[in-house]
């Protein structure tokens, strides 16, 4: 049964035992879940497989940036794990983008593409660090566009930026954010924030969770409280 909760519950665990004892207190009917870096690189294919078991629809967010062909292959590779979604950053630049839309494609592959704008962790003076001179929403309301022109199905971007894209890009076009804190949680390293409300309130499609679930006591009892915010 498909997953109808905006919720993706990003699993960052060093383990796959770690992980799949995180998502065995979860439920694949109130969330999907995430798979990052880290677990990926330690677990490789079989947490994807150990969670699709489980029921869950899973992201696989390893944002792979490279040359066009190497990126095609590496989603090509995601996609025929049966994964929801899977993402590339959008300043890999529009061929990147292109090659890796039509291998899904050609492929049948029917997996979710989308591509990262502007990471949540950063700011003006990160960006301008970066030879970025312009502020953040400006950057990403610039790689969204290119990410729709090049067939992406949405961007990952910050709340604050998912209204904009809206006006922009569309109702349909996926807007999946990161960067989102509960009232009752901490920012951590994250600085363009909002909570799950405002963020669904904003435009945002799908939000995006970490620590404020995967650090509780109760992660189940975190989930709950998140969905409440989001019933107001
Ligand atoms: O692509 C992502 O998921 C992502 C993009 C971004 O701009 N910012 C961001 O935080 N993320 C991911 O979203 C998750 C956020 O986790 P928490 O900060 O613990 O809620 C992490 O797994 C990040 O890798």
């Not at 030879?131 to 729709?148: C, D, F, H, I, S």
């Not at 992406?152 to 807007?175: N, P, T, W």
Request: hydrophobic residues 40%.
């Amino acid at each position: 049964m498909p997953c109808h909760s905006p919720l993706i519950i990003a699993l960052d665990h060093p383990s796959l035992d770690a992980a799949l004892c995180l998502a065995d207190r979860l439920d694949p009917m109130r969330c999907r879940v995430k798979v990052g870096k880290e677990l990926f690189t330690r677990s490789g294919p079989d947490v994807v497989e150990a969670l699709h078991g489980r029921g869950f629809e899973v992201f696989l967010d390893l944002k792979f940036h490279d040359i066009p062909n190497t990126v095609a292959g590496a989603v090509q590779a995601a996609a025929e794990q049966g994964v929801w979604m899977v993402n590339v950053h959008a300043s890999g630049g529009r061929r990147m983008m292109e090659g890796a839309r039509e291998r899904l494609d050609r492929h049948g592959l029917t997996t979710r593409l989308i591509a990262v704008t502007v990471l949540t962790s950063l700011e003006r003076a990160d960006l301008v660090e970066v030879g970025v001179n312009e502020p953040a929403e400006t950057q990403v309301e610039r790689l969204a566009l290119l990410a729709k022109e090049s067939g992406m199905d949405g961007v990952v971007c910050s709340a604050h930026e998912a209204g904009r894209l809206r006006e922009c890009c569309g109702d349909d076009f996926l807007k999946v954010t990161p960067g989102i804190r509960p009232r009752f949680a901490a920012g951590d390293d994250q600085r363009r924030i909002m909570t799950p409300g405002q963020a669904l309130v904003a435009g945002s499609t799908h939000l995006v969770v970490g620590r404020p679930v995967t650090q509780a006591d109760d992660p189940m009892a975190a989930l709950s409280a998140i969905e409440k915010e989001l019933a107001q």
